[in-house]
């Protein structure tokens, strides 16, 4: 790798580099001319690279990556080196110091003081043996070198031959100054100098050599960079640029481009690729516009459908009244599909004829004729049936219609009657040169028919056609939805009538036959002249006259009832009110919310009629001393109305079945409620009342 590096020549001089890319292109040489140039140059060792790049990227990394490890690998030796020696020069400096604190402390033990000798020749003996062993963990070891070896043997047998059975002696050798250790210690103190200078000495020689790898590291970083930098340069760069420049040519939409093939590389094979879709790109180009405009105009009409859908669906589902929806639906199906004039006709299940709705853009004239068809007799009974019919030429119509008696449509042709012709020309007398008709359905129901008129002929595709048929079924849904409602309301009001009538017979009816039958009496006593017994009649004629009032206020007072949420508990105070006014009975009011959701309006008002009818059946026939009302609000909801009164007999009010008006009036509410209504009596034994409602069964209010 050196000797590549070091080569002062090149295939390609590095004035190319600063060249246009078109002209680097077209000057520089292939990749592979350049890589065996420079194997050539170099003996040849990249001769087997030649053809595939992912094999000389491998190469050359492998071989920059040894050089660079093996360089860093020997600085972090050296440096190693250094510190372990650094270690070993603190060390070896302190066993002066070391020495000099045992020559202290003997002197402290002669003199009998106290003293940390032991302390220090044991410190002193651990410091040796480090620099004997070395530590690696710090790091700390000599220096691999003989003298210095051998310099620190002398002061290790210095240490332990002379001076330390001299501190010995000296312990011992009673008080005075220990002449023998310190006769030892300057030769000791001097070789442990000479130590540290041969580690110093050998340091610097190792930091030098330090330096000079940390150079070469550097001087090889900058020389192997510009080198992978070139070639590099000559491997991708120059194809990228040629890729490049084709590029921009084809962008240009110069499909005649053609980038040349001279190496056998994965450069070589995307240059063929290339060439070879350019081909194919300039095969496609020619109708390629073509079939974008038709993909973006059939995109744009599907985002039309949907948007028409869509806005279509969400004005159906607005609470207008039938015409003024077909009105709107209209309006809006004209300016989307640019008619000039329509109508909506809805079919008459009383007389099978299609009656004009609503008409937009179409003459008085033509609207007068068309109020009120036959279904069979033109397009738009048809339509309402069957498939849609769209006449295109409304003249051609005319002409053929002479002449074969058959209209021509989007379909199929249907048999011509004179009906069809009279219509067909109050179309092409308005002014109207195409029409197209759709039905209105419901679930496979036609309710009726819309058309479209345009002034001109008006070609419609299948996909117009599709969606005007979704759009009339979503039309008659909601013809149909507004139908059921309205049926609704009309069921309702008929349950609430018969109610009014159930409860008109339970009362009013009967209080009226007993008047009846009070004036029959009257009558016969006057023609008698017997006005003792008028006198007595009179004031029966009376009381039922009254009793009669207070029926009818209390039918109109419950019929007029109308509850929000959370207004049950007032509506049960009033009631329990107006029952303690009207009756002598003493009643009993035990209310008792436990947690339980508030019932909604409709449900409250239902369960308020059942307390009232419940209390008006007492207050009539019970003949009650005592009456208790519970209401209990929790999981389930709870209604219970008791009395001590005379009572019935079950069987006997079973065998009544529905004559008994008051009793099937609140077993009809419970039923609404989806409730659970029990009634309990007996003879003599007062009776009660009880509706549950589960929860299953409650509504949210």
Not at 369 to 398: N, Y
Not at 554 to 569: D, I, W, Y
Request: proline share 5%; glycine share 6%; aromatic share 6%.
């Amino acid at each position: 790798m050196l000797a590549l590096v070091r080569r002062p020549s090149f295939p390609v001089s590095f004035m190319a580099m600063t060249r246009s890319p078109d002209s680097a292109a077209r000057s520089a040489p292939s990749p592979a001319a350049a890589v065996a140039a420079l194997a050539a140059q170099s003996g040849g060792p990249l001769a087997p690279f030649r053809r595939r790049l992912s094999t000389r990227i491998v190469v050359l990394s492998t071989v920059v990556l040894a050089i660079v490890l093996t360089m860093i690998g020997g600085t972090l030796w050296l440096s190693w080196q250094l510190e372990g020696a650094g270690a070993a020069i603190n060390d070896a400096g302190s066993l002066r110091m070391r020495a000099n604190a045992v020559a202290i402390e003997l002197w402290e033990t002669r003199l009998g003081k106290p003293s940390r000798l032991d302390a220090q020749v044991g410190q002193l003996n651990e410091t040796l043996r480090q620099l004997h062993e070395g530590n690696a963990a710090r790091p700390l070891f000599l220096p691999d070198d003989a003298l210095i070896r051998q310099q620190f043997d002398r002061v290790a047998t210095s240490w332990h031959e002379r001076l330390e059975p001299a501190v010995q002696r000296d312990r011992v050798s009673g008080v005075g100054e220990p002449s023998g250790y310190l006769a030892l210690l300057p030769a000791f103190v001097d070789d442990a100098n000479r130590l540290v200078v041969l580690i110093e000495r050998e340091n610097a020689r190792k930091t030098a050599w330090l330096r000079t790898s940390q150079i070469a590291l550097a001087a090889l970083s900058c020389v192997g960079t510009v080198a992978i930098v070139y070639l590099l340069y000559l491997w991708f760069v120059v194809p990228v640029q040629r890729l490049q420049d084709g590029l921009a040519r084809i962008e240009a939409q110069e499909f005649d481009t053609r980038l040349p093939v001279d190496t056998r590389d994965e450069f070589g094979h995307l240059a063929q690729g290339f060439n070879q879709m350019v081909a194919e790109l300039q095969a496609l180009y020619q109708d390629l516009a073509a079939r974008v405009d038709v993909k973006t105009g059939q995109l744009a009409a599907q985002n039309r459908e949907l948007r028409i859908l869509y806005e279509m669906a969400a004005f159906l589902n607005t609470p207008e009244p039938v015409e003024p929806l077909s009105r709107d639906f209209l309006t809006r199906l004209m300016r989307e599909f640019e008619a000039d004039g329509g109508t909506v006709r809805l079919a008459s299940a009383e007389d099978d004829n299609l009656h004009l709705l609503v008409a937009e853009g179409l003459p008085e004239e033509l609207v007068r004729a068309e109020r009120c068809m036959p279904a069979q007799d033109c397009a738009c009974g048809a339509a309402s049936a069957e498939e849609p019919v769209v006449v295109v030429d409304l003249r051609s119509l005319v002409a053929q219609m002479s002449a074969k008696g058959r209209i021509p449509t989007a379909n199929a042709a249907n048999t011509m009657s004179d009906a069809e012709r009279a219509h067909a020309q109050h179309c092409l007398r308005a002014g109207f040169a195409s029409v197209a008709v759709f039905g209105i359905v419901s679930q496979s129901e036609p309710l009726g028919t819309f058309s479209l008129h345009f002034r001109r002929e008006r070609q419609m595709p299948p996909s117009e056609v599709q969606l005007l048929q979704t759009l009339g079924r979503h039309l008659g849904v909601a013809l149909k939805n507004r139908r059921l409602a309205a049926l609704a309301r009309q069921l309702a009001v008929s349950e609430e009538r018969n109610l009014v009538a159930q409860g008109l017979h339970d009362s009013i009816a009967q209080g009226l036959s007993f008047l009846k039958m009070q004036v029959h009496l009257l009558d016969g006593a006057a023609a008698d002249g017997n006005l003792d017994e008028v006198r007595e009649i009179v004031p029966l004629l009376a009381g039922g006259v009254e009793e009669s009032y207070d029926d009818v206020r209390e039918l109109l007072l419950n019929f007029r009832s109308k509850l929000g949420t959370g207004a049950l508990r007032p509506a049960v105070d009033d009631t329990v009110a107006r029952f303690r006014r009207q009756s002598d009975a003493e009643l009993s009011l035990d209310y008792r919310d436990e947690g339980g959701p508030p019932l909604p309006a409709d449900q409250q008002l239902q369960v308020l009629f059942v307390l009232q009818e419940a209390l008006s059946n007492i207050r009539k026939h019970a003949e009650a001393q005592h009456v208790s009302v519970s209401v209990v609000n929790g999981r389930d909801f709870r209604l219970a109305i008791e009395d001590d009164g005379v009572g019935y007999d079950p069987a006997d009010i079973a065998a009544r079945g529905e004559a008994h008006v008051g009793f099937h009036i609140m077993r009809e509410r419970a039923k609404r409620l989806a409730g659970a209504l029990t009634l309990d009596s007996a003879p003599g034994r007062g009776s009660r009342v009880e509706l549950v409602l589960p929860a299953a069964s409650r509504k949210a209010a």
